[in-house]
């Protein structure tokens, strides 16, 4: 600092009384307190906020229960106003002029309470997607809110159930290389019987019922086709009332067939004599087959059979429909589930399947059971969901339109060393993930583009997109700012001694912004040192950085998306 004589020091005299003279903000103080500033640049007193109670008989009181986020919004096109409370370990919707709070009403998992605790680590998020409010708090399973008021899960966060196939019982007795054992060949030999109607009879047994379902194969000794042995696998996967689907199920047991020839009864003969001479291995002799009766004279369409899909566990309370996929001849064809129907209804429980494997549909998404996840945003009609429980360097992308549905291959880890997504945004067309240290461009959902190095964002809920195009966020050491074309600079410079030294650390990602059309200037509630609450609210403007000090914690802002643009 320079001596007396090098200092030069402004003196203004501002009259007693009314003056025409207008000051620069600048010129009048170093620290501009609880003054909101005008599109002239002068100075006025802050407004502040007005504190609004509802009734507490009607609705639990704000002294008992913790109020953990606010969140507006209009549905509709405009024609629904939806503001939203998580209030203790629930979610709750203003009832208008009743001055009341209702719970939103809930089913299935969305009744299970959410956490009540105050943590340090992610405030709770909102986004809108297809006019309805999506709500994580980082802990519980994600919601989904409709306008009529009511909750529920976010898709599926489970497997559903394995479906139970039946079919005609396959011969048990034939191993995979086509050896016959002794003890078969003994009590088709006393039955007097022919392998060819042993092989036909259990495909009748247990659940059998003519249908279009088998695989015909080659003529086995130039006179005679079969349907050949085969096995089928089931799917499950459910719809809920939104459209999301549920991961794929687990396998069922194998519905199988076995093998059955078709042929006349001359060349029947002929074809089981051809047909035990090339498979019979065994000591006990060649079984007399002169004198064993035949099978009747059928063809290839009788031999084909029809299944049946059993679905017996309980489903989730927002199941909507039942889809079922089923794999072709594992044996003969392919692995790969196919599209087989969508049962429009969960209370049926069995269906019959009597398609072949050449009309089957599509081959199933394998997608995922919903994780819970840290942070969110929307982009391109999809939801971004970033750093879930089980990796928190991952982001995911729902299907268009389906929030709920997550295929098991559209994710990316930005970070090559794995770091934790501190918030997904996107702005510019573009979507971007950040760490505490990097801003990322998602190009295409492929390929991870650093932005910048050493800058990152620290708070998700600081991310405000201002009415200019610039995006403003609090990153570790300051706040930064993209602008429409991409350029990121430092906004904070003239206020680094408060955020270096003034805040707590440890509380900047609990940090909550929104932009105040009234005052024209983005506002973010920080901690300061010392205290565990959201007490000091940093403003940024036309005229720079001023702050705020209401007396109170502040857990949620938003700015209602109305006309009246309320904060």
């Known amino acids: 600092m320079a001596g007396p004589t090098g200092q030069n020091l402004i003196s203004l005299y501002i009259p007693f009384g009314e003056s025409q003279v207008q000051y620069a903000v600048a010129e009048l103080g170093r620290e501009i307190l609880n003054f909101d500033a005008t599109s002239d640049q002068t100075l006025r007193s802050s407004s502040g906020f007005t504190i609004y109670e509802p009734r507490p008989n009607e609705s639990p009181s704000y002294r008992s229960e913790t109020i953990h986020s606010v969140f507006h919004t209009t549905l509709l096109g405009g024609m629904t106003d939806l503001l939203l409370v998580r209030w203790g370990d629930a979610l709750y919707w203003h009832n208008g ?154 396998a069922s047991n194998p519905a199988r067939l076995g093998t059955a020839n078709a042929g006349p009864p001359a060349l029947r003969v002929q074809a089981k ?177 650093p932005l910048s190095q050493g800058i990152g964002c620290v708070a998700p809920r600081s991310i405000v997109a201002l009415p200019s195009g610039l995006l403003i966020w609090m990153g570790r050491d300051g706040f930064y700012g993209m602008t429409p074309s991409g350029q990121i600079k430092a906004l904070s410079s003239s206020i680094d001694r408060t955020v270096h030294h003034y805040l707590n650390q440890s509380r900047k990602r609990m940090a909550v912004a929104a932009y105040n059309y009234h005052a024209m200037e983005y506002q973010c509630a920080v901690a300061e040192s010392g205290s565990s609450e959201n007490n000091l609210m940093l403003c940024f403007g036309q005229g720079g950085w001023r702050r705020k000090e209401l007396g109170m914690g502040i857990r949620g802002i938003c700015t209602t998306k109305d006309w009246r643009k309320y904060t």
Request: include cysteine.
């Open 273 to 449: 004599l051809g047909f035990f001479a090339r498979i019979f291995k065994t000591n006990a002799g060649t079984p007399d087959f002169a004198n064993a009766p035949d099978t009747d004279n059928t063809e290839i369409d009788d031999l084909l059979k029809q299944f049946v899909v059993t679905i017996g566990d309980e489903l989730p309370l927002n199941t909507a429909a039942i889809h079922i996929y089923r794999t072709p001849d594992t044996k003969n064809k392919g692995t790969t589930p196919k599209f087989l129907r969508r049962i429009p209804s969960p209370r049926v429980r069995n269906y019959p399947d009597n398609l072949p494997d050449e009309y089957l549909g599509p081959d199933v998404k394998r997608t995922i059971p919903v994780p819970i996840f840290r942070t969110m945003c929307t982009h391109q009609g999809r939801l971004i969901i970033a750093n879930t429980q089980a990796d928190p360097g991952i982001v995911r992308r729902s299907e268009p339109g389906s929030p709920g549905t997550f295929v098991d291959t559209e994710f990316i880890i930005p970070d090559a060393g794995g770091a934790e997504v501190t918030a997904v945004a996107s702005h510019g067309g573009q979507l971007l993930a950040f760490t505490e240290d990097t801003v990322f461009v998602l190009q295409d959902f492929s390929v991870a583009q």
């Open 97 to 250: 002029w009743s001055q009341t709070y209702a719970k939103l009403t809930t089913m299935e998992s969305s009744s299970i309470p959410l956490s009540n605790e105050r943590r340090m680590t992610y405030p709770d998020q909102y986004v809108v997607l297809n006019d309805r409010v999506i709500f994580t708090n980082g802990v519980d399973r994600a919601r989904i809110i409709t306008y009529e008021g009511m909750s529920f899960p976010l898709g599926f966060g489970s497997r559903p159930p394995n479906p139970q196939a039946l079919s005609p019982v396959p011969l048990p007795t034939i191993e995979d290389d086509g050896v016959v054992s002794e003890g078969l060949i003994a009590r088709i030999n006393n039955g007097n019987r022919s392998l060819a109607r042993y092989q036909q009879e259990v495909n009748y047994r247990g659940y059998s019922w003519p249908g279009r379902i088998g695989t015909v194969g080659d003529l086995l000794d130039g006179g005679t086709g079969a349907v050949l042995a085969g096995a089928w696998f089931y799917h499950i996967q459910l719809e809920d009332f939104f459209g999301n689907l549920s991961a794929l199920s687990a």
